[in-house]
């Protein structure tokens, strides 16, 4: 075991996104060769990725499971440890990107060069925007035919409103692909002919065949700083600024989010990931907050290890983090002890004594915490913002084989929740059955799958349903309800007072509102009426659908010295509120998914009739290259075996992709 003690400044937290199969985790397993932390370079294809370690990464070739990893790389010969975490592209995993990108400093966004911004790129991308987190993007498979460096620029532009800032051009194109020219310093980079991974580039003057082109895109560049930075501006209008003048404006930009350096190459081919690296320590944020200051850590992700049990990781934001030491989890109130703290290399571990601020690590002992919850020192309490969970959309019914997977169910679904937060199981209060919820077809199936795989246990499943909410559409008034009850010892009294109404600002699911005053009730119960309430929602008044977009107003209420408990108040408040909920005029919600479908030409017109007849809106379509993308919301509840049929419409030859929008009313 070691201390560690290393400079904030030589630190990078990041995270590389993508769109499925644009090579995010190629482009990973590269940047881990480079730095040191594999000796051979894992294939997706191959089913060796370093990143991709669970069972049905290396089975299906994509990313489930967001994976840390610490490295360390040099520039200008200084070391910097860099802490990367390879996220899923699939939007049935979304959910790992966003508690990712909640303790990231920066992000690497990998692009296909063909393909350009995809959906998943888009979303992941608005992902990043909410919170804050700057990027560097890096245009991937250059190396194939119809790739487009200057498409995909205008694409990032256009698509995700950002800035882009193109450091690098391919030399060459497709097969050709040689290298780079770096506008920076306006020399080429160039890797030998079949480039094996470790070889080193060359450095160059610009092939005159590329000279006016590169002095195009690097005037685009200097004018673009010069845009968008006051002191680069005044550099400019003097003469010609330095490289070291241009590093440090396009590091500013970055950092503000107010552009975006674009760097380029090939990942499978060995040409690009060098400067990709460059650029993350050089352009990319170091982490905030202060050693010195009192612990306050994050915790993000919760998984299940064979052998040491349950492993948190945990992002610490200030102070330290101690092994043997106890520590605060301020929203359950309850202290928890630091058994072991690992630094992460995926699927392996290596033991620290500490974790100082900026530091990615995995704590083991934490029995409590789950995803979103804080960690502090419990002489300065303080509570970060949580992290924010979509709910699930799609829906089944799971039942053991025999009776013998009862319990093995209950317990491998529990474990299942815990480490993914958009996986739910609820009992259906009409029939008893226990269903599990998730983002999508794909994501149900890894699941059910690792029950089989992980936890030796049998299942029958049903078909998978349309996860529909409840909300209200008016104002309930005042509901008053009293719960009352005399058993021969001690009695159960609590009286409440409410309302309801709907909330509309499209993102809050749930309010809380208390307007007792003069002690009506006791303090110490207003938590049980809250507690009350939710517990209400978890089954709505309608089909037994979790309800939505409510805000709770407590008015009044009553209370007596010796019956009144919190289990009285929490009664009286679920029942108030169902009545409340049923004089509001309640209404199903159902799921609208985003689908883009990229199709032939010809095959237009029997596309758009079958998304017409699917209940479909259409929001744009574009053409590219004889193809045409239609983009169109659609419920859910009307994508059922779409595969098969859009299959069967266009010949096998038109693709789509599909993520949640949003709830609306059904008809």
Known sequence: MRTQTRHQSTVRNIGVMAHIDAGKTTTTERVLFYTGVSHRIGEVHDGAAVTDFLKQERDRGITIASAAVTCQWTL????????????????????????????????????????????????VWRQADRYGVPRVCFVNKLDRPGADLARCVAMIADRLGAVPLPVQLPLGSGPDLRGVIDLVTMRALVWPEDTEPGDAYSLTDV???????????????????????????????DGEPSEADVHAAIRRLTLANAATP???????????????????????????????????????????DPHAGALVLVRVYSGRLARGTSVLNPRRGRRE???QIFRIRADRREEVDEA??????????????????????????????PIEFPAPVLELAIEPKTTADQEKLSTALRVLAQEDPSFRVRTDPRTGQTLIGGMGELHLEVQTTRLQDDFNVGTTLGNPRVAYRETITRPSGKTEYTWKKQTGGKGQYAKVQLSLEPLTNGEETYEFVNRVTGGRIPKEFIPAVDAGCQEAMKTGVLEGHEMTAVRITLLDGDFHSTDSSELAFRTAASRAF?????????????????????????????????????????RTMTDHRGARTIEADVPLAEMFGYVAT????????ATHTMHFRTYTRTP
């Open 76 to 123: 200008d010969g200084v070391p910097y440890t860099v802490n990367l975490i390879d996220t899923p592209g699939h939007v049935d995993f979304t959910v790992e990107v966003e508690r990712c990108l909640r303790v990231l400093d920066g992000a690497v966004a990998v692009f296909d060069g063909v393909a350009g911004v995809e959906p998943q790129s888009e979303t």
């Open 207 to 237: 092939p005159s065949a590329h000279a006016h082109e590169a002095a195009h895109w690097r005037a685009r560049l200097l004018e673009t700083l010069a845009e968008h930075d006051d002191t680069f501006m005044a550099l400019y209008v």
């Open 262 to 304: 674009v760097l380029c190459g090939s990942a499978f081919k060995n040409k690009g990931v060098q400067p990709l690296l460059d650029a993350v320590v050089r352009y990319l944020p170091s982490p905030s907050g202060s050693p010195d200051e009192p612990l306050s850590a994050l915790a993000f992700k919760v998984t299940t």
């Open 337 to 339: 002890r630091v058994a």
């Open 356 to 385: 100082g601020a900026g530091d990615i690590v995995a704590v083991r002992g934490l029995r409590e915490t789950t995803t979103g919850d804080t960690l502090c020192d419990p002489e300065h309490p303080i509570e970060l913002a």
């Open 578 to 618: 169902r009545e409340a909920a049923r004089k509001a005029a309640p209404a199903l919600l159902e799921p609208v998914m985003a689908v883009e479908i990229t199709t032939p030409e010809p095959y237009t017109g029997d596309v758009l009739g079958d998304l017409s007849g699917r209940r479909a809106r259409i």
């Open 646 to 653: 859009l299959r069967t419409l266009t010949q096998g030859r």
